[in-house]
């Protein structure tokens, strides 16, 4: 399964995260908000549509930098591994709302750190320090 993340970016060197919905699969972690990419469609568009869905807001996909993989075991219920592909951005349109799960925040580095992250998050996490993201 492949799946799309962002790092929303602020002007601070704070990044957004995301709250999963509780009753979903890692319901109540946290994460880098982003979703499943649909067969034959193009990583970014997937990733632009699934932060309109989920916190309303718009990115044109050029707008999205690469910032590395990671990859980790099947989900229930699929026979794929899992690979998530992490995006940056500093560019949208919108007030970012948490319009699917349970809660978004502005976090520094070290308070990302201290968030009860969903595992190929945390492992994602240092990627963002090229970024000005300091753990
Ligand atoms: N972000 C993230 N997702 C993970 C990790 N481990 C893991 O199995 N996943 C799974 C949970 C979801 O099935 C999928 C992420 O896609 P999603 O956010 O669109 O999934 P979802 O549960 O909302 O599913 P759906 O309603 O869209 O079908 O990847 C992880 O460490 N981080």
């Not at 890692?26 to 549509?49: M, Y």
């Not at 925040?105 to 750190?113: E, F, I, K, P, V």
């Amino acid at each position: 399964m492949l799946v799309v993340a962002a790092a929303l970016l602020d002007g601070s060197s704070r990044v957004l995260m995301h709250r999963r919905p509780f009753a979903k699969h890692h319901g109540g972690l946290w994460e880098f908000p982003g979703g499943k990419v649909d067969p034959g469609e193009v990583p970014q568009d997937a990733l632009s549509r699934e932060l309109a869905e989920e916190l309303g807001i718009r990115v044109e996909p050029h707008r999205f930098a690469p910032a590395g993989f990671a990859t980790g075991a099947a989900v229930p219920g699929d026979d794929e591994p899992l690979v998530i592909l992490l995006y940056t951005c500093r560019h949208w349109h919108g007030e970012p709302l948490a319009l699917e799960g349970e809660e978004v925040r502005w976090c520094l580095g070290a308070d990302c750190s201290g968030l009860d992250l969903a595992p190929l998050d945390r492992e994602l996490l240092p990627n963002l320090k090229p970024f000005g993201i300091d753990l």
